[in-house]
DNA sequence: CCGGGACGTTCACGACGACGAAACACGGTC
DNA sequence: GACCGTGTTTCGTCGTCGTGAACGTCCCGG
């Protein structure tokens, strides 16, 4: 399944519209095609990309080409069954790590509330102060090996984004779109 | 000044090679103009994108449009959830800094006063006048990392800007003159 | 030309709170 | 019984924020 992320998705527009939002939902690299006297998008999303037909095939290949370098280097990690997956790989997570991770990877690159991480952890009856910094401390201990890292924002919350060097310029930017929402 | 650095650069390839260098290393957004029979080139850069003339003025702006929508994004800091966002990285900020620096990011290139910022950092009861000059120390060293920094601009204010890695080359120099007088 | 004052920079310190990390305890499962 | 998942306690570390003081620099009046 990983396969269809790095995808671009051909879609015609604005006839496929529908499928649009579906692929934009999937985070998925896609290519719009405008018929002529049709108006040309503004979209900041960097994995989205628009070109009048009819066009030469090579500038459309390298419309694509763009569109998948992006993706693979800005695949999202998920939740997965279980599993947080990565960047080709994976590790085991328990059940409350699940749930943690689950939230943290909603909002990637974004600022998570401790309030919101503690009623992701436990919808009922919270535990003490301390537990989240302690389920914190061992999620980021086995998220490392995937390239990926929790930093603190004091008094505030945490952030989950990828590890020292490797970060994409297209999720900086989703990021930012996302903690201003 | 600064209005450049959210400016998109228009630049015609391959005859303008070493602006589009400069360009790049500035990290400011660029369409690249492709003469007929160019070959088009494959960027995963999200603020870089091309076109081939001629093309339809609508197509044109919308293309920059998306740029700007970008760079706003991503090239001009930004206050976020106890953070200090620029150029795809980040760093926490204290309260105390969340506020100094939302009152400089507003107002980003140009002198912001003592005064604003003392009423921006304490809305009531301002303490010694010297804590202010502290945490513009603290916020320098902080941002320093992401390619900012405050400069000082005696008995008027402080100035928040592009540091000195990433300025544009005129303004390098008119730094360097001024602090070598 | 010199002295003094206003202004700015930087460091060191103290108090407090938030966070990190280790160690332990307990229950459930294979 | 070994292991895992979870919560708690405890203690150390680090961030935050105000203050005082030393030092540098600019400018102005004598």
């Known amino acids: 399944m990983d396969a269809m ?3 671009v998705a051909l879609i015609h527009w604005p006839d496929e519209a529908e499928r649009l939002e579906r692929t934009r939902r999937r985070g998925a690299p896609r290519l ?3 018929g002529p ?11 989205e990309d628009w070109m009048r037909l009819p066009a ?7 419309r694509i080409r763009t569109l998948e370098a992006r ?11 279980g599993t947080l997956a990565h960047h080709g790989t994976w590790v085991p997570l ?4 699940e749930r943690l991770a689950g939230a943290l990877t909603e909002r990637f690159g974004a600022v998570v509330g401790r309030e919101a991480l503690m009623r992701a952890a436990w919808p009922d009856a919270p535990p003490s ?38 970060m994409a310029r297209s999720q900086m930017a989703r990021s930012q779109m996302a903690r201003s929402s």
């Open 71 to 81: 993706a693979s280097t800005d695949v999202l990690p998920r939740v997965v069954d």
């Open 37 to 47: 006297g049709t108006e040309a998008p503004a979209v900041a999303d960097p994995l």
């Open 94 to 97: 328990s059940p409350l790590e």
């Open 32 to 34: 719009l095609l405008l």
């Open 129 to 166: 102060r301390n537990a989240l910094d302690v389920h914190v401390l061992r999620l980021r201990r086995r998220i490392e090996n995937l390239g990926l890292e929790i930093r603190t924002v004091r008094s505030r919350g945490y952030v989950l984004q990828m590890g020292n060097g490797q």
């Open 56 to 62: 030469p095939d090579d500038d459309l290949r390298a």
């Open 5 to 7: 992320l790095g995808e």
